[in-house]
Each structure stands twice: as structure tokens, then as C-alpha cells.
């Protein structure tokens, strides 16, 4: 019969529509931004450095080496590095962006920075409303605004930042380690040398 | 499918006098390849299409690729006589020197096509043809009349590299507008200055912000 | 080189678009549909000649999205030009991503674990269901049908771009596969919810067959609309579900048992007219299938590791040579042929792209019928400007 076929159709859309006063899981809209649908736990916008600590300058785990902005696709990474050093979470000296700017106006969300990154540095943020009036100060990021407390990475990324905790602890420890064996082959190599006066005394820098 | 030599042989038989090189691939996929020579390029395609064995019907990809001038320099020693005073007098002495050579192997474009068979089902069957420079003598034959599938791929490779081809039915600009210049996918293309603010400028695009602002204040 | 010269110039073994003489008197109306027209998914011209409401000369203009893709690969290395894959076709960045991987992945002879490969296929797979439903979406959408049978495919879509999100962090722009495997694995708790999105699929095709498949509207638009004959579509090197259509049995997952495709019982669709219903009853077909191979995949896959342990993220340079990969991705056959010259960014970096190519033949299918026609037309190529202009 001619029109069969459209018959079936609108009994189909029908049902979708009697449906929907039914079945919640058919009402799809979501009236944002009054109500939000929670943001899965990988998402990823933009990137953010992560910083131990109270002090975001002082915890800042970043150690300038230059490879996301070697990396970074688009080029949105700009460092300077600093001319002095601080000391990282295992106690060793190390340098620290005196700048760090990402172009957020350029970044495309990659994380290509994120997995390049050696030290756990930069991480993705799950921020999404960062719209604002001016093209370019108000999407370059600097280091400030840019740095984030690890607690702020627990927050979204639980699994992840787990993850990382758990690997920057047994670095930790494994430096802990090797400095404690270091200290104790330095102490023993003290006392031979106290023992032994004859000796001439080992060379300054085997005692680091 | 028969290998990448057979079908050279293949070709040599029923063309005869076709230039056909086997080019090797060094690489893991081994997809070795065959360079034609272009004089006689659309009848080896028209025998690699029709032929019952190979059948290659399908062409599936087109494409150029952009060899610059490659210079080699190499050193060489030369024995030449030279005038030389020699405990007071003046004699010819022979000497070994060294002379650095210079070559310039002239660059070239090249098209390349991967061809396949849907009828056999084997593939892909590698052709290349290089024109003979990359400035004034970039004509080589179309494969479109064989293989209409190449149609909009050789009109991409006209507008991205240049190569002329010879018996495209419509050869225009395809990616670029109609009244582009240049040749963008070539090595040596330099692309204009409209350069846009960045805020964190590095590197290459420093430089030529920096150039860029130079200009602009003259 | 005008138009008419290259009608009259004639070619010998090669289908040219034939030539029409025009029934009534007068001239020809030339108008330009696009960049700005409803009916064309993104910046896209067709510069049409009619006669009254036939059309008589269709010349498709390209280039308006074109940003050389090619040359910023060229200048990136190689592990930069994957999110940029993402940005090719970016309704299957899945299927572009995995095309990559393989081209460099036969450039360097890097072996992929095999839950790597599983997982591929599973994304591979959902990628293609929720292309080609929102593809049938767009062609019923342009048919007049606006906004219903786009809607229900977009429902699903949304179910699968939040699997999407949950696992590689983005709906769209994925940037998930490697060199040698995928960047993250997938937990339980994501395949038991992929688990249920695939029970969740045959449902959804049963309806969204129920509403249009014997719709008599659909059928009078489409049938015998665009017909493509099979050596034209051979020869004219089009792939796809548009070359199935015309009844051409190639699809690279059965020719070239890439991944792990000979693992799985699938049957490829064919149509017999070559029209554009036959190119959406394809579709459907095709997503059918694509069900079963999720199905069977998420049976079997196996735990294991995602990345090979030899495999280089920083660093990598591969060996001088070439090589070329393809894979079926929803659109057709896309292509990735790369030249290495052992420096850490390709040489040459060339993507073959289906939508390209598949509207080689759009003036051929187009010429003879209404305006309206070539709207549908144009649909039923299914095609994406992000890779046609790359």
C-alpha cells in the first residue's frame, strides 16, 4: 500500500515522542549553564603546570628543560629559563622557567606536552569556560596563572594523579637511597682515611 | 602478484624499448618501485591497466614529491707540477694536492602513483616519473586518460608542485586560487609575509616577526 | 582552459562526463551553489550550468578550508602530524589516526600488541556506525527532512562520543593512537560501557530503518538518482561505501587484512543499482555489520600490554625509504604515503584523501538531473572538507 512506509515512520517518531514523557533517559537537554553534566575524568582542555606545596613559585615542578616547547605541535609553549636554581622535590638543584607562557589561543589540545614531559610537569586541566574580550593578553597564560596545586590535579584527575604520586614517591626514594648509600660510602671512605693517615687524603669532590 | 622485477620484464616485453628502472626501496615495507621514462609512460600504463594478469584498474594515489639540488662535494688529489725555488734554484716540482670537487646533482620533481587491482586484489605497484629539472622542464604525461581517478590528484600536484601535465583535460589550479603564483608544497617555497601577531613568538616565527616589523617600520 | 574546450576533447578508453545538449532556447544560467549554501556541509562551491532546472555542467571549486596539511607535516615530526590527523576528517579521527599509525608503522616495521589491536578495531568500528549514521543524518536532512532522522543519529552519536571522551579526553579530536600501540588502555569499567553501548546499537538501527527505510518519499527521491556504473567507479578510483554501492566488491579490511581483521566473521554489502538509496541501504548495512565485529571483539579482547616496549615516543627517526598505508575508513580508502630521509620529520608527507577523490565523478552522476538531485547527490558522496581541502 503507497504509504505504508511513512505510516511506519510516524508510528516510530511517535513512540519517540510519547517516550520522552516516560522514560528520563530520553530527555537528553541539559539546561546549561544552570545544570552541568559532570566532566569525564580524562578530559582534557588545556595544560597546566603542577605545583607541590603552599608556594606555587617555590613547588613549581617544571624544571625548564624546553622539550614541550620543542614538542608542541603548534608552537603555543614559550620558556625562558632561569639563571639561577632551586631545589626540587628530591633536594637537587635544579633550573626553573623564569618564564612560561602558553598561547591558549593557539593550543590544540593535544597533550602531546603532557607526554613528553619527563619531570610530570604540565598536566591537562578539564577548565573549559575561559572565554574573555581580548584576543591576545587575555589567552596568553603565564606561569602564574598557569601554575595549579597537585591537590587541584587529585581533584581532577584522581587516577592519574595517583599514578604519578606513586612514581615521583618511589623516585624519591630511590634517590633517598642512593644518597644515603652515597653518604654511608663517604663516611667509610672518611674513616679509612682517618685510619690509614699515610694515605693521601681522597680528592674533595668523591665526598658529594 | 608477480614481483616488482617480473612486472618490469612484463612491461619491457610488450612495450618495446620502454624505459623502465627499478627503483629500490630500502625500507622494512619493501614497496619497491619502477621509474618510467615519460616518453612512453601512457602506453605502459594503458599495458599495466588492460594487461589480464596484472590488471592494475585502480589508482589510488597521486602524488609529487620535490627533489632539491643535492650538492656533493668530494676531495680529491691531483698531481700538478709547480714552480718552486729549491735550495736557491728554480725548478718544476711535482706535488700531490688536494682539491675539493663540487657536484651538483640537479634536483627534480617527481609524481608518484600507487596502483592497485580491485579485480586481482593485490597491490600496490609503485610508478614514479621525474621531469628532467625543476624550473623550466616540468612537462610529463597525464595518466588521467588511463586512470580517470587521477584526474583531481594530478590537477592537485600541478598546484602544489608544478609539474605540467601533458593531456589533462582540465589543468587548473585546484587547492589555491587561480591567480596564485608560487608552487607551496615545493621545499624552496617561501611564504609570504602576512605575518600575524603572536604573543609568544620563537625561533623561526620570531625571526620573522622580527623581520616583519623591521619592514614595516621602513 | 575553458570548459568547453575540455568537453569536446576526446580521450580514448576514459569516460568523460558526457555532454548534453540543452531542450529549450536560450542560455544557460550559471550559478555558483556554495560556499554559503544550506545544502553543502562545509565551504564548498559547485559551479553549475542549467537549463531550467536541469543541469547541464557541474565543476566542483575546492580549496576554501585548504591550509597545507601536507607542508606543516613535512615540518613537524613525526609524532606532531597526529593531532593534526584528528583535523583531516574530523568526524572519524579514529580512523585517521589508525591510518597514520600504519603508514609509520610499515615505514619502521614496529610490531602493535595485540590489546592495541583490538582496541583499534573497537574504536575503529564505532567510528564507522557513528559516521555513517549522522553521513544518512546530513542526506535525509538535505532530502527536506530537516532535524528527525539527523536528531535519533545524533542521539546515538552523542552515546559514542562520550565513550570517546571517557577514554582518549576529547569527543572529537581524539589524538590517541601511537606508533607501535594507543596511548592509554581502556579500564573495565569502559568496556563494560562500551559493552552496553553496542547491545544499545541493533536497536537503534532497526529504528532508524523502521523510519525511512520504506519511506515511499525516500524511495521516489533517491531511487535511480545518481546512478554510478561499476567500471566508472573502478576506474575513476573511487572507494568506499560509494564504490560498494555500485556493486564492487573491495573493502581494504578484507583485501589487506590490516590489523587484526581476519580474526572477525563480517560480510561486506554490496548494492545493485549503484544509486543513491542503494548508497544508503550500504550504510546501513555496513553499520550492521560493524556491530558484529564489536561484538566479537569485545568478547575476545585480550589483556596484555597497549604500547610495544620498543617503540619510541621521543626521538624517532625512522630508517631512509617510503611507504604507504591504508586503511577503510568510513569515507573510503585513506592513504598515508611518507618518505623518510632519516631526519626526525618526514621528507614527504602525502595523505590520500577519500572525499577527494570520491567527488571525482560528482559532475558525472549529476549531470542530466534536477538541482534538487544534485543536493542529494552531493550528500550521498559523504564527504568531510577538512579532507577534501586538507
Same mark, same amino acid.
Given at each position: 500500500m503507497l504509504g505504508e512506509g511513512i505510516?511506519?515512520?510516524?508510528?516510530?517518531? /511517535?513512540?519517540?515522542?510519547?517516550?520522552?514523557?516516560?522514560?528520563?533517559?530520553?530527555?537528553?537537554? &541539559?539546561?546549561?549553564?544552570?545544570?552541568?553534566?559532570?566532566?569525564?575524568?580524562?578530559? +582534557? &582542555?588545556?595544560?597546566?603546570?603542577?605545583?607541590?606545596?603552599?608556594?606555587?613559585?617555590?613547588?613549581?615542578?617544571? &624544571?625548564?628543560?624546553q622539550i614541550c616547547e620543542k614538542e608542541c605541535p603548534p608552537k603555543c609553549?614559550?620558556?625562558?629559563?632561569?639563571?639561577? @636554581?632551586k631545589p626540587d622535590f628530591v633536594g637537587?638543584?635544579?633550573?626553573?622557567?623564569? +618564564?612560561?607562557?602558553?598561547?591558549?589561543s593557539v593550543c590544540m589540545s593535544c597533550q602531546i606536552c603532557v607526554e613528553v614531559c619527563p619531570f610530570e610537569a604540565i598536566k591537562m586541566d578539564t577548565e573549559f569556560e575561559l572565554a574573555t574580550d581580548d584576543r591576545f593578553r587575555g589567552l596568553l597564560l603565564d606561569r602564574q596563572q598557569l601554575a595549579k596545586s597537585n591537590e587541584y590535579y587529585h581533584?581532577?584527575?584522581?587516577?592519574?594523579?595517583? !599514578? &604519578?604520586?606513586?612514581?615521583?614517591?618511589?623516585?624519591?626514594?630511590?634517590?633517598?637511597?642512593?644518597?644515603?648509600?652515597?653518604?654511608?660510602?663517604?663516611? @667509610?671512605?672518611?674513616?679509612? /682515611?682517618?685510619? /690509614?693517615? /699515610?694515605?693521601?687524603?681522597?680528592?674533595?669532590?668523591? !665526598?658529594? | 602478484m608477480k614481483t616488482v622485477e617480473e612486472i618490469k620484464a612484463a612491461i619491457q616485453a610488450a612495450v618495446p624499448g620502454a624505459g623502465v628502472e627499478f627503483v629500490p626501496n630500502p625500507s622494512p615495507c619493501a614497496q619497491h618501485s619502477l621509474r618510467l621514462t615519460p616518453g612512453r609512460a601512457v602506453e605502459i600504463a594503458r599495458f599495466l591497466r588492460d594487461d589480464p594478469e596484472l590488471a592494475f584498474d585502480f589508482c589510488s594515489n597521486v602524488t609529487g614529491v620535490d627533489w632539491l639540488d643535492k650538492e656533493t662535494s668530494e676531495k680529491v688529489k691531483v698531481k700538478r707540477t709547480v714552480n718552486k725555488t729549491v735550495d736557491g734554484v728554480e725548478q718544476a716540482v711535482e706535488e700531490t694536492v688536494e682539491e675539493t670537487h663540487k657536484h651538483v646533482e640537479p634536483g627534480y620533481l617527481e609524481a608518484v602513483y600507487h596502483l592497485y587491482s580491485m579485480a586481482k586484489r593485490h597491490g600496490p605497484l609503485v610508478i614514479r616519473m621525474r621531469t628532467v629539472n625543476r624550473t623550466d622542464q616540468v612537462e610529463l604525461p597525464s595518466l588521467t586518460p588511463i586512470w580517470r581517478g587521477a584526474e583531481f590528484q594530478e590537477r592537485e600536484v600541478f598546484d602544489l608542485y608544478g609539474i605540467v601535465f601533458k593531456g589533462h583535460p582540465d589543468l587548473r589550479r585546484i587547492l589555491m586560487w587561480d591567480g596564485f603564483k608560487d608552487y607551496p608544497m615545493r621545499k624552496d617555497y617561501v611564504d609570504p609575509d602576512d605575518y600575524e601577531y603572536e604573543p609568544t613568538a620563537h625561533d623561526a616565527v620570531l625571526k620573522r616577526a622580527q623581520a616583519h616589523q623591521a619592514a614595516a617600520e621602513k | 582552459m575553458s570548459v568547453a574546450e575540455t568537453k569536446t576533447e576526446k580521450l580514448d578508453g576514459w569516460n568523460r562526463p558526457p555532454t548534453i545538449e540543452p531542450g529549450g532556447e536560450g542560455e544557460l544560467l550559471e550559478i555558483a551553489m556554495g560556499p554559503h549554501h544550506p545544502s553543502t556541509h562545509g565551504v564548498f562551491r559547485m559551479d553549475v550550468a542549467l537549463d531550467g532546472e536541469r543541469v547541464m555542467r557541474l565543476k566542483p571549486v575546492f580549496g576554501y578550508l585548504h591550509r597545507n596539511h601536507e607542508k606543516i607535516a613535512e615540518g613537524a615530526a613525526y609524532l606532531a602530524s597526529m593531532p593534526y590527523t584528528d583535523r583531516l576528517d574530523y568526524f572519524c579521527s579514529l580512523s585517521n589516526n589508525w591510518a597514520y599509525a600504519l603508514a609509520v608503522e610499515k615505514l619502521v616495521a614496529q610490531a602493535v600488541p595485540e590489546r592495541a589491536q583490538y582496541i583499534r578495531v573497537i574504536l575503529a568500528?564505532?567510528?564507522?556506525?557513528?559516521? %555513517?549514521?549522522?553521513?544518512?543524518?546530513?542526506?535525509?536532512?538535505?532530502?527536506?527532512?530537516? #532535524?528527525?532522522?539527523?536528531?535519533?543519529?545524533?542521539?546515538?552519536?552523542?552515546k559514542i562520543l562520550d565513550l570517546f571522551e571517557s577514554l582518549t579526553g576529547s569527543r572529537m579530536m581524539c589524538n590517541y593512537m601511537r606508533f607501535g600501540g594507543c596511548r592509554v588502555d581502556v579500564s573495565a569499567a569502559w568496556l563494560d560501557a562500551a559493552r552496553?553501548?553496542?547491545?544499545?546499537? =541493533?536497536?537503534?538501527?532497526?529504528?532508524?530503518?523502521?523510519?525511512?527505510?520504506?519511506?515511499?518519499?525516500?524511495?521516489?527521491?533517491?531511487?535511480?538518482? #545518481?546512478?554510478?556504473?561499476?567500471?566508472?567507479?573502478?576506474?575513476?578510483?573511487?572507494?568506499?561505501?560509494?564504490?560498494?554501492?555500485?556493486?564492487?566488491?573491495?573493502?581494504?579490511?578484507?583485501?589487506? %587484512?590490516?590489523?587484526?581483521?581476519?580474526?572477525?566473521k563480517f560480510r561486506v554489502p554490496l548494492g545493485d543499482h549503484g544509486d543513491v538509496y542503494d548508497r544508503y541501504m550500504v550504510r546501513v548495512l555496513e553499520m550492521r555489520e560493524s556491530i558484529r565485529i564489536l561484538e566479537q571483539a569485545l568478547k575476545d579482547i585480550p589483556a596484555g600490554p597497549i604500547m610495544d616496549p620498543k617503540a619510541k615516543i621521543r626521538?624517532?627517526? =625512522?630508517?631512509?625509504?617510503?611507504?604507504?598505508?591504508?586503511?577503510?575508513? =568510513?569515507?573510503?580508502?585513506?592513504?598515508?604515503?611518507?618518505?623518510?630521509?632519516?631526519?626526525?620529520?618526514?621528507?614527504?608527507?602525502?595523505?590520500?584523501p577519500p572525499s577527494l577523490i570520491n567527488l571525482t565523478i560528482l559532475e558525472d552522476m549529476c549531470l542530466g538531473h534536477n538541482v534538487a538531485d544534485v543536493v542529494l547527490i552531493f550528500g550521498s558522496v559523504d564527504i568531510v572538507l577538512g579532507e577534501v581541502d586538507r
Open positions: 505510516l511506519k515512520g510516524m508510528a516510530e517518531t /511517535a513512540k519517540n515522542f510519547a517516550g520522552s514523557f516516560v522514560s528520563a533517559d530520553r530527555l537528553t537537554t &541539559v539546561q546549561y549553564p544552570e545544570q552541568r553534566i559532570p566532566t569525564f575524568e580524562n578530559a +582534557r &582542555v588545556f595544560p597546566f603546570l603542577v605545583y607541590d606545596g603552599p608556594d606555587w613559585a617555590a613547588g613549581m615542578r617544571c &624544571v625548564a628543560c609553549i614559550y620558556i625562558e629559563k632561569s639563571r639561577d @636554581k637537587k638543584p635544579q633550573f626553573y622557567p623564569a +618564564r612560561f607562557d602558553i598561547d591558549i581533584q581532577i584527575h584522581p587516577t592519574e594523579a595517583g !599514578e &604519578v604520586d606513586a612514581r615521583l614517591d618511589a623516585e624519591k626514594a630511590a634517590a633517598a637511597a642512593k644518597a644515603k648509600v652515597a653518604a654511608q660510602a663517604a663516611a @667509610k671512605a672518611a674513616e679509612t /682515611a682517618k685510619t /690509614a693517615p /699515610a694515605k693521601p687524603a681522597p680528592p674533595a669532590g668523591g !665526598e658529594d | - | 568500528e564505532l567510528t564507522r556506525i557513528q559516521n %555513517h549514521a549522522s553521513s544518512i543524518g546530513f542526506l535525509i536532512q538535505e532530502m527536506g527532512a530537516s #532535524g528527525t532522522p539527523l536528531m535519533y543519529a545524533f542521539r546515538e552519536r552523542e552496553k553501548e553496542v547491545a544499545g546499537l =541493533p536497536p537503534f538501527v532497526d529504528e532508524f530503518e523502521a523510519l525511512l527505510t520504506s519511506n515511499e518519499i525516500l524511495m521516489a527521491r533517491c531511487q535511480g538518482v #545518481g546512478v554510478l556504473k561499476p567500471d566508472l567507479a573502478v576506474n575513476a578510483s573511487v572507494t568506499g561505501p560509494l564504490l560498494r554501492a555500485s556493486g564492487v566488491n573491495y573493502d581494504i579490511r578484507k583485501v589487506d %587484512h590490516y590489523g587484526i581483521y581476519d580474526r572477525f626521538g624517532f627517526r =625512522p630508517k631512509p625509504g617510503e611507504a604507504y598505508g591504508r586503511v577503510e575508513a =568510513p569515507k573510503g580508502e585513506l592513504g598515508f604515503y611518507l618518505i623518510s630521509d632519516g631526519s626526525p620529520n618526514p621528507y614527504r608527507y602525502r595523505v590520500r
